[in-house]
């Protein structure tokens, strides 16, 4: 969840780590191959400080930034101003459970959901929570869901890190201590209770993350791992070991 005393960086919003855009670019590849070229209504869940719903403005989208954080909306509002798409960027201070009420039934074509089921405390919240961003859903809309994957950290301690102990470590190592562990199944059996037409999965960024910080600097390098993050993302078994998830619903 993000923090309403947090006052977020716009410089880091518009100066992305090659492997943060890399996630972005990965993700969007990912819904096009179920999502049109054609100007769209988002509602980006979470969505903080706008990095990703500025990039959709800019390619024409009418994106709506859901968060209870104003200072994190505050910045997303500055670096749509920052790149002249604000006239596409709508920010709605509220938290995800409160969708229904805040938004009109098939109000939306795509809902995106990155980075926060992992963070809510128990299943049958998680459950709450996508019944409730899927509430302004159109039928034949599009749901995006990202989040960390778990099988990934003790691949990334041991090949990275060189660190097969805390590797060993890993595999017994909840996710987040606070929470109870959010795995891909149980958001599958989730969606599929709620009514979904089809659920596929993708992984993003399989490989880039073993990558040393270096070679992560040399645009030649990361241009050639980028099509070979874009030729994994939809094969057994690389999708199942990515660092992070992504699954996309069909309402």
Known sequence: ?????????????QRLSPLERLRHTLTEANLARHWGDEPSRVLDVAGGNG?????LA????????????????????????????????HVVQAGAQDAPEVF??????????????HYVESAEEREQVLRAIMAPLRPGGLLSVLGPNAVFDP?????????????????????????????????????AGLGVAEVVRYGVRCVSDLVSEEDAENPAFMADLEQLELALSN?????????????????
């Not at 009109?104 to 089921?117: I, P, R, S, T, Y």
């Open 51 to 55: 990095v990703t719903a500025v990039r």
């Open 1 to 13: 969840m993000t923090l309403s005393g947090f006052l977020p960086d716009l410089d880091h919003v």
């Open 104 to 117: 009109a039934d098939h109000e939306f074509d795509l809902v995106l959901c990155h980075n926060l089921l």
């Open 58 to 89: 800019a390619r024409g989208h009418e994106v709506t930034v859901l968060d209870p954080a104003g200072a994190m909306l505050s910045t997303a509002i500055r670096a749509a101003e920052a790149q002249g798409v604000v006239d596409r960027l």
């Open 235 to 251: 094969r057994m078994p690389h999708l199942l070991t990515a660092r992070f998830f992504h699954l996309i619903a069909r309402r």
């Open 155 to 191: 691949i990334q301690a041991v090949v990275r890190d060189r660190a097969p102990d805390l590797a060993l470590r890993e595999l017994d190592t909840v996710a987040c201590e606070w929470a109870e562990p959010c795995t891909v199944g149980e958001l599958v059996v989730s969606l």
